[in-house]
């Protein structure tokens, strides 16, 4: 009987001798490979935690006990030790299955939920100082990867953890990866800790612990010798930045070696001091495709389990947006030296992979660091060059300061480019660019881009390259819509909006690839209700096009809107503002997201169903809203719904 199915939670984990230990981490190991092959996911971030997790619920108790796991993308292995094996786990990622991340609300061993690099351990260390406060005496465990200290807020909590508490556990899992391989000083500094073990320092306590143990003494004995050989290289008072910090320091030690792990958990769980326990991981283990290849397999889609093969795609389909940015990006930096790409750890997902291979000289990647990201982007401003910072929609929300108070108020010349502007269907509200243009819009001299296709990308990158000062240009995941691309991208007039198809019943405004949904709906209208309806590519979120608005404001009995954005201050909203300035009062039917985090699911169009926001949905609000107009020409039963209601 396989062990996994009858581990319902820590104790069960507990009860398992050394030996079934291996044979649990291999039946994880298979289902985990299983699940994501057929679901996609971060099969490699899991993979690599494996004994690590097992660890973790043989010495402490969840939910009495506290994990916070940084970004939380590998909490897999802790979901299928805390009763989620089965159909739930088997749709993991997709709709009515358990979330990619952690959730509060999705069991009571999730302490806290994450999708976002770099909080884990603030949000540890809160937990742990109100633990003092109240006098309890639970454990608080926070697991973060190498690639989260590059990020900014990690470093803040490392610094405020001394004044704070006398107990916490920071796990440091190692693998060297970040999504891409980590960057920046860090990773160097983590090797020379490998390389010259900065070895635990065998205070009395910790030898004496070690001696109680099986196999401690050769490990004792390996620690003596090495502090021999690096007594240089540390002097005794000054071992690891993490003691700077006030944190014990611990290892590195193999984080796969089951063994090893108990004995430094049950010694860090004795520490009367912060303690931060430095494991070695390996990304993808047990996996082949993925060791070869770590970051593929770092979030990947669906994929061969035999192989590693991501499925076949329909083919022929068009190319994915952020390879259009990103092959669009290196034309433009080959033609203009001014020109720079910056990412914040996403080189791949954002298509700035294409610069960094063509153009190393003119590309930046900074870590999980959007703040510093923008800030540098800043910097660079101010010395005549163009800075093009790509950062997902969601992401960028980290940077939102340095947005106003550094690029916008200073008039710095700084391209934004946006991905994941829209659903990101799999990963849920952590990852939904569904906030962009209301966080942006009420920003001084932001202007802000959606387009319609990939090629129109294209041709706002010129806009923005153009321009001098802030641009955003937002745009979602995956394939564009198929069209001819332009051989040169011509710059848009900033604000100019396009108009696509007559109407003075209704005029639709829809901005981005909305705008395709809007001609098919302006086409089935016109065709089945006998009304004219039009269609405008708004192209801008802001400013908008007033002069043609205002136009059909006059002139159309409804003006609609269509967004990929929360309708609360977006885009519709914006129309609003425009037309009561002009003391218009049009009835204004607009189209977006609702004021709610939107779960995870298996498809765009899922979860536009479930939101009011299908292409039947759109047409219901847009006649049902029409059919309200107190019209002497239009009698309410001349409006006959599609579905004969
Ligand atoms: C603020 C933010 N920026 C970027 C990301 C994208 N991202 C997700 S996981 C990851 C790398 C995490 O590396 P590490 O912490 O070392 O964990 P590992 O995947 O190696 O286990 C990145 C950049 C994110 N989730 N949040
Ligand atoms: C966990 C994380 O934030 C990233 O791995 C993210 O899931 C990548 O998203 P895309 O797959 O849309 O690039
Ligand atoms: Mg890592």
């Known amino acids: 009987m396989e062990l996994l199915p009858r581990i319902k939670g820590p104790d069960d984990v507990k009860a398992l001798s050394p ?12 289902e985990i490979i299983q699940v994501t092959s057929d679901n996609g996911g971060h099969i490699g971030p899991n993979l690599g935690v494996v004994e690590l997790s097992i660890a973790l619920h043989r010495h402490f108790s969840t939910p009495k006990d506290r994990f916070v796991f940084d970004v939380a993308h590998q909490g897999y292995v802790h979901k299928l030790l805390t009763g989620r094996y089965g159909d739930k786990f088997k749709k993991i990622r997709s709709t009515g299955g358990l979330s990619g991340f952690l959730t509060r609300d999705e069991s009571e061993h999730d302490c806290y939920g994450a999708g976002h690099a770099g909080t884990a351990l603030s949000a540890a260390l809160g937990m742990a100082t109100a633990r003092d406060l109240k006098g309890s005496d639970e454990h608080v465990v926070a697991v973060i990867g190498d690639a989260a200290l590059t990020c900014g807020i990690t470093m803040e909590a490392l610094n405020n953890i001394k ?56 490990i004792r004995k390996f620690g003596k010798k090495v502090k021999a050989e690096t007594k240089d290289f540390f002097s ?31 010694f860090a769980k004795k520490c009367e001091e912060p303690v931060i326990l430095h494991v070695l991981t390996t990304k993808g283990k047990g996996f082949e495709a993925a060791l070869n290849n770590p970051e593929k397999f770092h979030g990947t889609s669906p994929f061969c389990p035999e192989t590693g093969q991501s499925k076949p795609s329909k083919p022929g389909k068009p190319p994915v947006y952020q390879d259009v940015f990103g092959r669009a990006l290196v034309d433009f930096a080959k033609k203009d030296k001014r020109i720079v790409g910056i990412t914040g750890a996403m080189p791949s997902g954002t298509g700035m992979k294409h610069l960094h291979d063509e153009l190393p000289g003119q590309y930046f990647d900074v870590g999980i660091a959007e703040e510093h990201a923008v800030l540098f982007a800043a910097g660079l401003a101010t010395s005549d060059i163009k800075p093009v910072v790509a950062i997902y929609s969601t992401f960028l929300q980290r ?94 007039e900033i604000g100019k909006a396009e108009l696509l198809r007559e109407g003075d019943d209704v005029m639709i405004w829809a901005l981005g690839p909305m705008v395709n949904d809007a001609l098919k709906l302006a086409s089935k209208i016109s065709a089945e209700q006998g009304l004219h309806v039009g269609v405008v590519n708004a192209r801008f979120a802001k400013p908008i096009d007033t002069e043609l608005l205002l136009e059909h404001a006059k002139s159309c009995r409804l003006i609609a809107t269509i967004e990929e954005n929360v309708l609360k201050g977006g885009f519709g909203s914006a129309v609003l503002e425009e037309l009561q300035d002009a003391g218009l009062d049009t009835p204004v039917v607009r189209i977006g997201w609702p004021d709610k985090f939107v779960t995870h699911g298996n498809t765009v169009e899922e979860l536009r169903g479930d939101n009011g926001m299908s292409p039947q949905q759109m047409e219901d609000d847009i006649l049902n809203r029409f059919r309200a107009i107190p019209q002497e020409s239009v009698t309410a039963d001349a409006i006959r719904f599609p579905s004969g209601k």
């Open 19 to 30: 030996e079934q230990l291996p044979i649990l981490a291999n039946e994880i190991r298979q």
């Open 399 to 492: 940077a939102y300061d340095c947005i106003i108070h550094d690029v916008c108020l200073q008039d710095l010349d700084v391209m934004f480019c946006m991905d994941r502007a829209g659903l990101s269907p799999n990963d849920g509200p952590t990852h939904h660019g569904l906030f962009d243009i209301s966080y942006l819009r009420c920003v001084p001299r932001a202007i802000i881009m959606a387009p319609k296709d990939e090629d129109e990308l294209v041709d706002m990158m010129k806009t923005g390259i153009d321009h001098k000062g802030a641009t955003f240009i937002r745009y979602p995941r995956g394939n564009g819509v198929g069209v001819k691309m332009k051989d040169e991208p011509e710059a848009i």
């Open 236 to 266: 005794d008072q000054e071992s690891s930045l993490f003691e700077k910090y006030g944190l014990r320091y611990i290892g590195p030690i193999d984080g796969h070696d089951q063994e090893l792990l108990d004995q430094y958990m049950t």
């Open 163 to 218: 004044a704070s508490t006398k107990r916490l556990i920071v796990i440091l899992n190692d693998n060297k990866w970040s999504i891409a391989p980590n960057v920046g000083a860090i990773p160097g500094y983590l090797n020379e800790l490998i390389t010259n073990p900065v070895y635990n320092r065998l205070h009395n306590d910790l030898e004496s612990f070690l001696e109680s143990v099986p196999g401690g003494n050769a």
